[in-house]
């Protein structure tokens, strides 16, 4: 079979300025009948594994590969680039080809201009700088901080504070909020699961060995890399666990009012959307002077233009309501986690007015998974997302199942309220004062929740068979368990850490080394995915696959991503996360819903 991908030197094409680089994607078609079409036809029947590997792209030098066609950029077209893919296919594998698109660059385009919209984005990294310098002299000089609005807004952007708050280890007062210490590390490690993920997409763009890659679906062991994408919902229930149980610390007793919603709702946007709206306007301003690439068509590109067209949706987030929605792929989560934060406080605050919690939260949960198994019923889909090569290539464009099932915010919605769920039950029993070590033999319990987690994200397993598409009961059935499952698992998990029902778990993810990671662990899936793009935007040939190389490619993609981090914590999250607090604390006391009860807290909540 040709291969799929193919890429000339774009350096030393260009060279003249009349040279020209293209990128081309075809399709192989043929006249009279051919075998290998029928046998490469057949190969890419079976979607969940191997690439449509009739469907090709390929980097050519036209200056130099097709030289008899071609004459310099005026006489390129469908025509010209056709002919010269049509005569070296019919050379080696008596094959023709059908050009679908198409986009070239010659030397003139290296200069890329810049627009007023750069400008502006200077601009704002400038104030931004100017008020961290001013804050920070502010700080260091002025001893006798009073508390005025302008001191207050000042000492925000102080460095010094916001590093101390980075760095701080201090444990949190409330002896209840100690016992959250293992979220840090489960935090930490889902970040890393993501960023390993999204470690995949480099090879499902532009890898040289593509077969190696579609033999990785027949090791089973594999399949945790594929399905991992189950634990988002271990961030979900996260989520709902701190809304929920914040809202019960900070007002024990007391009765809610609605107009809590709307605070909560504006306090949690602001404290969210600042770093956000930052990443989302250098990405669509600043980032395109890592172009042109030779691949810049299939990567940069296409975030850069949907984040200029559509960056407003990522704002609002309802970002994941759209189809091709590629403004940051994985901001998905973001928009969720707002959703389902606007539904769990509405939730919370109807809760504690009526006193049938159990009631209300068993028949929302039954309402969730019935949403996730009634659409996927609806829309014929797969229930969980399916990482198909051929999808991936184009980053799930129009993959239904992933653009619905997975992203939506009513499929996820069971997990949130199995969150809320866990957070009440973990506040009640805390003021129960129970004696854990009645419980001890619990643990067990608790230790096999592990292997299943590992089993319920293998069991995605099945959807990769070389099979029919499965019965539509059976996606049906597994859509309504296989998200609740892992929401439930994981909330044992966290319940049996906060307890500390046993210790083997808990020393892992409440050891120390967590606790200034897991602070910045929402700058870095902001940032880790531009990296991710800026990686197969800098190849100028196509990448080897090998496990070694990937695991390496997301070690460095992780810590490049944590050392943005810092400076995006330091300059843009964390004033920001203050000045919220700073707006919120002048009313009375008890409107704080996230309230950072101290430096610590401040960040769990965030992702
Ligand atoms: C592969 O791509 C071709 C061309 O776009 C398309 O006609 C065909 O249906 C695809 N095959 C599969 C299995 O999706
Ligand atoms: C490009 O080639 C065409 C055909 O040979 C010629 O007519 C045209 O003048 C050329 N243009 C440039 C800019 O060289
Ligand atoms: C390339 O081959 C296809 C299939 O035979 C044909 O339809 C097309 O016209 C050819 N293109 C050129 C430019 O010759």
Redesign the pocket.
Known sequence: MPPIYKLDDYDSCLQKPSDVFCLLHFTL?S?EPSELLQIIEEYSEFKQSHFNHTKLRYGVCVTKNCQRYIYNKTSVSD?TL??CL?QSFWEEYQL???IEHYSCSSLSDNDVEIDFADIITGFIVLVLILLNVCGSLYDIYDTNKNEGMLACFLLSFSIKRNWKMLTSTKRPLDPRLQRLKSLNGLRCILAYGVIVTHCIIPYLVAAENVHDYELLYSDIWKHMLFNSSLMMQTFIVISGFFMAYKIEISFKNQQLNWSMVPKGIIIRYLRLTPAYAFIILLTATWFKFLGPAPLWEVTGKIMISDCRRRWWLNLIYMNNYVYDSQCLLHSWYLAVDMQMLCLGLVLCVLLKTYRLKRKILTSLFLIGITMAAVHTYIRDLYPIMIIWPSEGSLYFKTDPTFNEIYKMGHANFASYIIGISLGYFVYKWQSKEINIKKYSNYRYIHWIVGPLIIASIMSGAVFYRQAEKEPLYLRVIYASLAKPTMAILSAILIAGMIFKLESVYRIFFESNIWLIPSKLTYSVYLVHYMYVIIYINQQTSLIYFTMFNSIVLSVCITLVSLVTAVPLFLFVEAPFTELTKNLVKKPRKNVMIIKAHNDNENHISTL
């Open positions: 078609v006249d025509e056709e002919g049509n023709r080809t059908k």
